[in-house]
């Protein structure tokens, strides 16, 4: 069974601090990586897609991908209050056909004025 | 900017009823995804559809569950007799390919399906 493992929180941060959210997943042969936000009651949003090991950054989030740890992390730097929502890591196989999205069960973030 | 849209945004239905949930996807994706997710668990994936046919199910998508593309723009899923666990909200995705850099799927609004 493909797992994707995610801290559940709450995790709380005051306005403009790191905010630092990780994923583990258990397919060694995941391909792709994605970070996807959502707010309550709302669809999932894309923000952060990473496919290579290292760090991959876009404007205020930064995704870290480390393939043989099988881990991927975001960093949310200057986090605002209206980055308080849950933060889903999703991975995608590469197997025979594109392979579906498999979903952690997200980290809720609080950021605090 | 290019959007996935879904309709209706909420349904409620009987026991034993059919549904069919709508989804307009991303004009120029191929590859189309219908996931589904009960209120407080994650998303859970039920089907992939490429080239007008079935590419993947799970095992959540059995026979009352069938998708199709009946035109050149919709995607449908029917759950053909609704039991009171098919309650979810249901998300429509879709990519531009199926695997690599252009395998971002993005994400419907939602139908908030509710059987009672």
């Known amino acids: 069974q493909k797992e994707v493992e995610q801290n559940s929180g709450p995790l709380s941060v005051p306005e403009g601090a790191i905010a630092s959210l990780n994923c583990t997943y258990s397919d060694r042969g995941s391909q792709s990586f994605f970070w996807y936000r959502q707010y309550s009651g709302k669809s999932p949003e894309l923000i952060m897609s990473?496919?290579?090991?290292g760090d991959k950054e876009d404007g205020r989030f930064t995704a870290q991908l480390n393939k043989a740890s099988q881990y991927v992390s975001l960093l949310i730097r200057d986090s605002q209050p209206s980055d308080s929502a849950t933060y889903l890591c999703a991975v995608k196989g590469d197997g025979g056909s594109q392979g579906n999205l498999i979903f952690g069960k997200g980290t809720k973030l609080s950021v605090k004025p | 900017e290019p959007e996935v849209t879904q309709t209706p945004s909420h349904q409620v239905t009987q026991m034993g009823q059919e549904v069919i949930l709508r989804c307009v996807p991303i004009?120029?994706?191929?590859?189309f995804y219908w996931y589904r997710q009960i209120l407080g668990q994650k998303v859970e994936f039920l089907v992939s559809?490429?080239?007008?046919?079935?590419?993947?199910k799970s095992e959540i998508f059995d026979d009352q569950f069938s998708v199709e593309r009946p035109d050149g723009s919709n995607f449908t899923l029917k759950i053909r007799s609704t039991k009171l666990e098919d309650s979810a909200m249901y998300f429509c995705?879709?990519?531009?390919?199926?695997?690599?850099?252009?395998?971002?799927?993005?994400f419907g609004q939602g139908t908030r399906l509710t059987v009672v």
């Open positions: 990473i496919y290579s090991n």
């Open positions: 559809f490429y080239n007008n046919e079935i590419s993947e």
């Open positions: 995705a879709s990519s531009e390919r199926g695997r690599g850099v252009w395998a971002e799927a993005f």
């Open positions: 004009s120029n994706h191929l590859y």
